[in-house]
């Protein structure tokens, strides 16, 4: 029996595999990706539903990662209108605020210049006049309230849309597929794996291990065995309420740790989101906590009144995802958010995985892997340019 032979396989079909699939099979490559469940059914699926700057990196000098952010942010408005737009965010400044309206006028300030200070970009102080159209915000003890842009998506639909594109250029998909083991045999893998049950098997020039929050569980089914890098998983949860703000996308400073909560319109209702919380257990089995949700909702309240008899058992619905961050001691909101990629061999890397990630910055990463992979992918016909393709 023939073994099918692809240029490469690209493991977990959420959106980093989703683009890492769309960036080989634009430059011409034949390419397989393995999901075991359905395209953005995890972490793709339950994120703040933001496509942004990341404003509070500057907070800890990540400036390159803000910089590529904004950019691909203005690329994804551009190629998928009717899936990313541009809103609104608000940014009450208290009395009792971590951080006072000088800093905040400072940081949106190098927000701009890093976006190109266009348009785009922009930002003011909202004056106070316009400060009781703020969809019912508290203002006692408000200093200053200021707004700048960002975008917003449907982060599975978003997913769901580059895997089409990738299959328009040629890419394979196969669902309720799990590897098995990936094999090394000189310069390619033979790759096994459970398709629907049935076992299957390939090879390919290279392997991209693209699984989100099952990156090391993926590479421990590789041979010979692979680095890793000892990580965390962080929850994230999201409550939505049935209510709704109109003005835009609200970004808050949680009373209990001062992080940074988002209080946004979804779908005609009300999402309030998210939590950091250490994970330990099965990823298939992430959960909203109770305690996740009371802090929620007692954020929520601190800045909206209307909310203040606002119990759990009002929340309509709840969801958690993972974020995969590196181990450390320091604090979780203090630690890089930057992609970082691990391969099998510095000198002629046949296998990457991709550790960490966002999903405004999806595209670039999947360019990073095709730069760092291009040594052993054969040579083809490039049939598009991903930074062009509409979604």
């Not at 969809?135 to 978003?158: I, P, R």
């Not at 680095?227 to 609200?250: F, L, N």
Request: proline letters at 5%; hydrophobic letters at 40%; one cysteine or more.
């Amino acid at each position: 029996m023939t073994v099918p032979h692809f240029d490469m396989v690209v493991v977990g079909g959420g959106i980093h595999g989703a683009g890492v699939a769309q960036a080989a099979a634009a430059r011409g490559h034949a390419v397989l990706v393995l999901e075991q469940h359905d395209i953005g059914s995890g972490t793709s699926s339950r994120s703040s539903k933001l496509i942004h700057g990341g404003l509070r990196y500057l907070e800890t000098g990540q400036l390159p990662l803000v910089y590529q952010s904004l950019h691909e942010r203005e690329r994804l408005i551009k190629n998928a209108p009717n899936l990313v737009h541009r809103i609104p965010f608000y940014l009450p400044v208290y009395q009792h605020s971590k951080r006072g309206p000088l800093k905040i006028r400072m940081g949106l300030s190098l927000y701009a210049l890093l976006g190109g200070l266009g348009k785009a970009v922009s930002f003011r102080k909202v004056p106070k006049t316009e400060w009781a159209a703020l969809d019912g915000l508290e203002t006692k003890g408000l200093s200053a309230v200021f707004q700048y842009w960002d975008a917003q998506t449907d982060d599975q639909a978003l997913t769901q849309a580059v895997m089409r594109s990738a299959q328009t250029l040629g890419a394979k998909l196969a669902l309720s597929a799990t590897l098995t083991s990936a094999v090394k045999e000189e310069a390619r893998y033979r790759i096994h794996f459970l398709e629907n049950a049935e076992r299957q098997q390939c090879t390919t020039d290279t392997l991209v291990n693209a699984a989100g929050p099952w990156v090391n569980a993926v590479a421990d089914c590789v041979s010979p065995p692979l680095q890793k890098i000892e990580t965390e998983w962080v929850q994230g949860t999201h409550i939505i309420i049935d209510d709704t703000v109109q003005q835009g996308i609200y970004y808050l400073e949680a009373p209990q740790d001062r992080r940074p909560v988002f209080v946004m319109p979804w779908k005609g209702r009300l999402m309030v989101g998210t939590t950091e919380t250490i994970f330990k257990g099965d990823p298939s089995e992430v959960r909203p906590l109770e305690s996740e949700k009371t802090y929620l909702i007692e954020t929520l309240a601190t800045y909206f009144p209307r909310f203040r008899s606002l119990q759990t058992s009002d929340i309509q619905s709840a969801f958690a995802g993972l974020r995969v961050l590196p181990k450390a001691e320091s604090g979780l909101g203090q630690r890089p958010r930057e992609t970082r990629f691990v391969v099998d061999d510095g000198q002629q890397p046949r296998l990457l995985s991709i550790y960490g990630g966002k999903l405004t910055t999806y595209r670039a990463t999947a360019q990073q892997v095709m730069d760092q992979l291009a040594k052993s992918l054969p040579r083809r016909k490039i049939i598009a340019d991903t930074a062009e393709i509409k979604l």
